[in-house]
């Protein structure tokens, strides 16, 4: 069975920083690219980040580029999220994602990140 | 302001047939992109419906359709059952921005 296991969420400061981990099982995970997707409290889904097979290409929403980087390990069968400076904005449910043919096929659960004082 | 629009709500009763479309613009549906629909409670992992703009993954049932016409698309269920109550996104790709791009959801209520 195909699997998406994301961990590393959080209550975390306001400026702070938090690494988002992905565990995928049940594929070939080197195969896929993977992507990042969030929804705020109240708010709809929106696309974060997605990263090739190989980790050679990054591609990250413009108004948290500088702020959110996407990398993988293939060994590890593992892709994450790095934020940093963080605000209350983004506050949110973080889903991890196989995206094929530039769709989501396969997700995850979810991570709560709460950015608060 | 999501870059693809849909209704807030849509409703029916049992056994009824409720549309929900998904507006884009030249950039992304328009341009030839596929749409992508998912099924999404809260609390749980978002659920792929139809991917390139009609294909229902394996275990969908045929009762969920999908069509795609110009820079629109729209997500048709037939014979409204209470499990079907959920918010549903449309997805695509959009050139400009260079990534992808989700409409703002649409709360679907089972009378």
Known sequence: ?117 | QSVLTQPPSVSGAPGQRVTISCTGSSSNIGAGYDVHWYQHLPGTAPKLLIYGNINRPSGVPDRFSGSKSGTSASLAISGLQAEDEADYYCQSYDTRLSGSVFGGGTKLTVL
């Open chain 1, 1 to 117: 069975e195909m699997q998406l296991v994301e961990s590393g969420g959080g209550l975390v400061q306001p400026g702070g920083s938090l690494r988002l981990s992905c565990a995928a099982s049940g594929f070939t995970f080197s195969s896929h690219w993977m992507t990042w997707v969030r929804q705020a409290p109240g708010k709809g889904l929106e696309w974060v980040a997605s990263i090739n097979q190989d980790g050679g290409k990054e591609y990250c929403l413009d108004s948290l580029k500088g702020r959110f980087t996407i990398s993988r390990d293939n060994a590890r069968y593992s892709v994450y999220l790095q934020m940093n400076s963080l605000s209350a904005e983004d506050t949110a449910v973080y889903y991890c994602g196989r995206f094929f043919s530039y769709h989501m096929d396969v997700w995850g659960k979810g991570t709560t990140v709460i950015v608060s004082s």
